[in-house]
């Protein structure tokens, strides 16, 4: 399982990581160590909280302890530095504790998201040849050691299945701590701290490699412009998994500042505001959709959300129509964000006027994060015209985990990461996002991949041919609609026999398609191929019902 620098993660130049070191961004902190001088600092202070099922509490030093004894047992197992681990668990206080486990002893987790099914784990296991994989007993109705049964009986890597709660034939995560003797070496700054996972356009994500130096700024840089400190309480309502909640600010953020995480279970109204009034949160972030409904929800509600100062959104594109709704719904602050895994963070700022606030997704976190804004030659445009955005800095990664073939497209020769996203950029240097260039569908933040949706479709005996496009939606901002071609002679389907048939595939259900439409052929390009745009031209012209 030995990795190789700068083959299976492509690193920063040496005069790159220099210059960022010399300016102060890059401090040679690890988690692991970050946690270790928070429990030191201020050890009964209340790390993190998870309400439910009956409220758990962990102070700092518990949390730091519990972390040792965990990276022992995984230790003790033949779990080391370098090993990957899918993590698959919803919002509960063991993901915490696993993850500070794992970068004890540099082993590095593979963020899953709690929607992911066999199709998606199984490629994660294999692919990050993971030596163990963690799951939930049961969550939301689906049981995953099932799951995780399948997925060990074909991946040679997998030794290790630990579950929380009843383990069935796996291990009890509960049975793994041990009191440690002596802790194997843990890992150093500029090395991997985990693998998170990309929004791509082809297939299942691509694995994104974070070092401890970068992850870590981007947090402190995050900490500074939201005004995190101590005091925040920071409710974590979307997965703990996705890049957003976990630094933007996020989990990580609040810790490292040494301030209170809350684990919400649900994302809905219902769940979240109460827990606001009963743990006094100050601060959360939330995707439009979610957005959406908390603004409607707030005003009608019976609690007092008077401890919330600042909701960030982001994820997805906010309208401007509905974040003007949202401080007066929830009486606190608005901060947009735009971000992505791979890197780059912009944000409005608290002292940013409304307007700009309503109307940009922000500003970059660091004055070494360098935006290019191109046409589809690669040529810099006009300022204030849309075009594609490039960056890199302290924080992007330069390549792709084991993906040289994707990296020489993604990545410019100097190192600039091509996002897909098109913007234009205002005088003060806020950008405003118009979309997307690649294909990729943006489903109220969740990422679907229209080549993976196709393939499965495209196995269905009746078939001939398929197109997965986005279609605007009001609420989730972008859904997926399925153009089918059947087979000559095939007999007539309904829609839902293909979304019956995809989500029988054991797909994450976001990617199942909103809407599917049968047609007797594509419209063409000049060249000949589908014309994905015409397609999307014709889905907004026509009202989906």
Not at 453 to 467: G, K
């Amino acid at each position: 399982m030995t990795l190789t620098p700068g083959v299976d993660a492509p690193t920063w130049p040496p005069e790159f990581a220099e210059r960022y070191r010399a300016a102060g961004y890059w401090r040679g902190e690890t988690f692991g160590g970050v946690l270790r001088e928070r429990a030191a600092a201020h050890p009964d202070r209340i790390a993190l909280v998870d309400p439910a099922p009956g409220r758990r509490t962990w102070t700092y030093r518990e949390l730091d302890e519990r972390a040792d004894r965990l990276a022992a047992g995984f230790a003790a197992r033949g779990i080391g530095k370098g090993d990957r681990v899918v993590l698959h668990l919803p919002n509960v206080g063991e993901f915490i504790e696993v993850v500070f486990a794992l970068f004890r002893i540099g082993a590095l987790p593979v963020y899953a998201l709690p929607a992911h099914r066999e199709t998606e784990i199984g490629h994660f296991c294999s692919f990050a040849e993971a030596v163990a994989y963690v799951v939930p007993d049961r969550h939301a109705g689906f049981d995953h050691r099932e799951l995780a049964t399948r997925v060990r009986n074909r991946t040679p890597s997998l030794r290790h299945v630990f579950v929380v709660g009843d383990p069935s034939e796996h291990t009890a995560l509960s049975d793994v701590p041990c009191d440690p003797v002596v802790l194997p070496a843990g890992p150093e700054p500029h090395e991997l701290a985990f693998l998170q996972l990309s929004g791509g356009t082809t297939g299942v994500p691509k694995l994104i490699p974070r070092t401890y130096d970068d992850y870590i700024y981007s947090l402190r840089g995050s900490n500074e412009i939201c005004g995190v400190d101590a005091d925040t309480r920071f409710l974590v309502v979307l997965p703990a998994a996705h890049n957003f909640p976990m630094s933007s600010p996020g989990w990580l953020g609040t810790l490292y500042a040494g301030g209170t995480v809350v684990l919400c279970p649900r994302p809905d109204p219902t769940t979240a505001l109460p827990l606001i009034e009963r743990e006094r949160i100050t601060m959360t972030g939330l995707v439009p959709p979610l957005a959406l409904l908390w603004t409607e929800a707030g005003p009608k509600a019976q609690h007092d959300l008077s401890s919330l100062e600042l909701t960030l959104v982001g994820g997805a594109k906010y309208s401007a129509e509905a974040a003007r709704r949202l401080e007066p719904a929830l009486g606190c602050r608005l901060m947009q964000v735009f971000g992505m895994a791979e890197g780059l963070v912009n944000y409005t700022r608290l002292d940013d006027d409304f307007e700009t606030v309503v109307t940009t997704q922000g500003r970059p976190i660091s004055p070494d994060d360098e935006i290019r804004i191109v046409d589809d030659t690669g040529h810099d445009v006009p300022d204030g015209a849309f075009g594609q955005l490039l960056t890199r800095g302290p924080y992007t990664i330069r390549g792709y985990w084991r993906a040289p073939e994707h990296n020489a497209t993604a990545f410019t020769e100097d190192g600039f990461y091509r996002t897909g996203d098109v913007v234009r950029r205002t005088p003060t240097g806020h950008l405003v996002v118009e979309g997307r260039a690649k294909d990729q569908i943006n489903r109220g933040g969740e990422k679907v991949a229209p080549e993976e949706v196709e393939n499965i479709i495209l196995a269905h005996p009746s078939v001939h041919d398929v197109s997965v496009v986005a279609v605007p939606d009001a609420y989730l901002g972008e859904r997926s609609l399925a153009y089918v071609v059947l087979r000559e002679g095939a007999e007539q389907l309904k829609p839902a026999a293909i979304k019956r048939f995809v989500r029988d595939r054991g797909i994450a259900d976001y990617k199942v398609p909103d809407l599917v439409e049968f047609v007797d052929a594509f419209p063409q390009t000049g060249v000949g191929k589908v014309s994905k745009k015409g397609l999307r031209s014709a889905a907004a012209a026509t009202e989906q019902h």
